[in-house]
């Protein structure tokens, strides 16, 4: 695969991301019309909930598929299972195809394990046909234990992509948690993707992400089945796209 192929992978797979407090219509206008306006297609865009009928403004995304994308439960991961479902339903109901729920990591590292369970297949139920994409918040847990913990619980909730991170705690994904991930989601009996986030700022961090999971899976990194929360990198992927370089 060549350079500029490996890098047009590379914007397939990226979920493009704002979520900034406090923020304004008028801001999120700003960030839209460019990503709109590129010519490139992401994976997705992903943003607070009270913004997603804006995007309606914004035909050429729309009609490009890109996925639209908002979270919950965010960032602490300590709303009540009813509350989150009820944040699930108005977001679907505003335009909303993809779900990042974080997981109440806080219940795991108590050993809380029933009431995680739970939630999670609450919150499957609630996504409906959505895509549902579980952060564990690995930067937060412990021990490399609790990250396999955290990802088998989210692959037999039904959910269809485990998250590493939500970029607002000190750590984000580290090499070693991706592995334990990568590893634990490879011996699934069922297909789920891998979304890496939290820390990658670099195409070439990127980059090795994304042959670290082709890999340990022995699958493609495709929008299907990897996802980059690597939002810094749009526009530098766009001016490397477009130089063919």
């Given amino acids: ?19 900034q407090q406090p923020d304004s219509e008028e801001n999120m206008h700003r960030w839209l019309l ?11 865009i992903c943003l607070y909930s009270e913004y997603l009928p804006l995007v309606a403004n914004y035909p050429a995304l729309v009609s490009s598929n890109v996925a639209v994308a908002t979270v919950v439960n965010f960032p602490t991961g300590q709303q009540s299972a009813d509350q989150v479902c009820l944040d699930i339903a108005a977001a679907l109901s505003s335009g909303a195809n993809e779900i990042d729920c974080v997981l109440p990591y806080q219940e795991l590292m108590a050993g809380r394990i029933g009431g995680v369970k739970s939630f999670l297949l609450d919150v499957r139920q609630a996504c409906g046909t959505a895509l549902l994409k579980v952060i564990i918040e690995s930067g937060e847990l412990i021990t490399c234990q609790q990250v396999a913990k955290a990802t088998e619980l989210v692959i037999d909730s039904g959910a269809d992509f485990v998250k590493s991170s939500t970029g607002k705690v000190p750590v984000g994904l580290t090499d070693e948690a991706a592995e334990v991930m990568l590893t634990v989601i490879a011996g699934a009996d069922r297909p789920v993707g891998f979304k890496a986030s939290g820390g990658v700022r670099t195409i070439e961090h990127g980059l090795a992400i994304m042959q670290q999971f082709e890999r340990i899976t022995g699958r493609q990194a ?3 089945t990897m996802r980059l929360g690597a939002s810094t990198l749009f526009q530098e992927l766009c001016n490397r796209l477009q130089s063919k370089t």
């Fill in 1 to 19: 695969m060549t350079t500029f192929e490996r890098l047009s992978q590379m914007m397939s797979l990226l979920d493009v991301t704002r979520l």
């Fill in 34 to 44: 460019p990503i709109a306006e590129s010519g490139f297609r992401p994976a997705a």
């Fill in 222 to 224: 495709q929008p299907q």
